[in-house]
């Protein structure tokens, strides 16, 4: 027997949950060719990796990301290989980069998600979802990616930003569009149902939608309608859409936000588990962090998006719009709206990215700071910095307990993720996410033990996501893996200091390609776009 690459000396954890063994991988033609529990067997091989007793598993698999735009311009995305990362997600949050096919759509929906998505020079030469998935194979990316479809994004090809019910002949369309989606194999139908569009279509609109996936027998994934007060309510309605579809649903970035919710976790558990027992396969994703990352334009009550990017800014620059936009914040008017910046402070809310040069110096200031700064209320503030930026602007959200991390952490339905936004001065998961639980977690805490971690980045996002080649170290899988030192794996990336990669991961393979060796990017693309 003959190998391309021969793992040797490794402590083996397989990505099951199963306990460590010592052993080692072979790897031909991309696939785990051979798994031995024996350290060092004769067997040839073009290259020979000793991995000297750290840990070989399988590579890590981000079932958040927002790299859509990002690998275009960063093709190695080395902030998440260096993690560890292998596969990823895309299309998140109900915002897909396709379909869109309208007329000046993609010019459109590109500004509208410029503080989440970023931007790009690639011209987007696309309209369909596996238009798009060619667009990134035929660039290079060193992860393999796949996308789901956003619920955001064919509402918007449909309807634009209107805040109304869609007629009998646009929800037809809607439709179509979904199952067009999911033919070019999108692995689901993502949503935000606190972020615009999204948010304008109430649940019928939303069944219509998830009905689509169950003959493909997909995943329903949703950023569900609310993480504070209204969580209950966003629940029940996250379950039901899955019991009366009967279709997989995947929750994303699993938290209670703000402190009245704090400490109340037994109870949203107890809900994900009755949903299991009631039938509907749910399960959750979470970054390890106790802010949220996202557009600052959600801070904005509904109403301003409907109009579209330039009627929004319009109406920030309107002397009686943004009277009125301070009263919705600060009065709570709009019933069943979350109102984020209200609720978490101003002092809570921090930015992380703009687009332009004379606003680089805000980028870690909170809103309340720049407020205080230019004299101006905070809501003016907001108002002021969305329409200098036409939009474009990130914030974090410092909103959740440390104490409801580690619970939800703990969970065995919950896998991790980065969820990470790009640019600027950026969260730190989107350096650190995977090796902070690796080293926070598991080795100084022992919350859970490292082969649960492992299987909470590798098997079990890979169930939910329906990648049955990813996610285990057994031959016939692919040969998408990762070696790191569980004594030293670390993040040091903080939110005063975010652009730090991590300690202890050495190697990283996708399709038996490294894309990382001795902790530094090799610079090669193998990565795939998945289709389901």
Known sequence: MSVDTLFVNARVVDGTGAPWYRGSVGVRDGEIAFVEQVADPEVDADERVDVDDDVLCPGFVDTHSHSDLRLFEEPTLAPKVRQGITTEVLGQDGFSMAPLYREGAAEEWAEQLS???????????????GAYLDAVADDGVAPNVATLVGQGTVRFEVMGMDDREPTGDELAEMRELVREALDDGALGLSTALVLTPCSYADTDELRALVAELRPYGRPFVAHIRSER???????????????SEDVPLHLSHFKLGGAPQHGK????LALVEAARERGVDLTADQYPYTA?????????????????????????????????IRRDVEEYRIEGWDNPGA?????NVVVTNVQSAENEALEGASIAEIAAERDTNPVYAVCDLLAEEELGVSILNHFIDEDDVRAILASERVNVITDGLFGGKPHPRVYGAFPKVLGTYVREENLVSLETAVRKMTSLPARSMGLPRKGIVRPGM??????FDPEAVASPATYDDPRRHPRGIYDVFVGGTAVVRDGETTGATPGETIRA
């Open 265 to 268: 976790t037994d109870r949203a």
């Open 115 to 129: 503080g989440l998505a970023g931007t790009t020079d690639r011209e987007w030469t696309w309209g369909s979802v």
């Open 343 to 347: 609720y978490s402070g101003w002092d």
């Open 292 to 324: 949220s990352s996202t557009l600052l334009s959600y801070v904005l009550p509904p109403w301003v998006h409907a109009d579209g990017p330039q009627g929004a800014i319009e109406h920030l620059r309107d002397e009686d719009a943004r009277e009125r």
């Open 478 to 483: 692919d040969a998408d893996l990762v070696v």
């Open 229 to 243: 007060a209204g969580i209950w309510e966003a629940l029940d309605e996250f379950v039901d859409l899955g019991a």
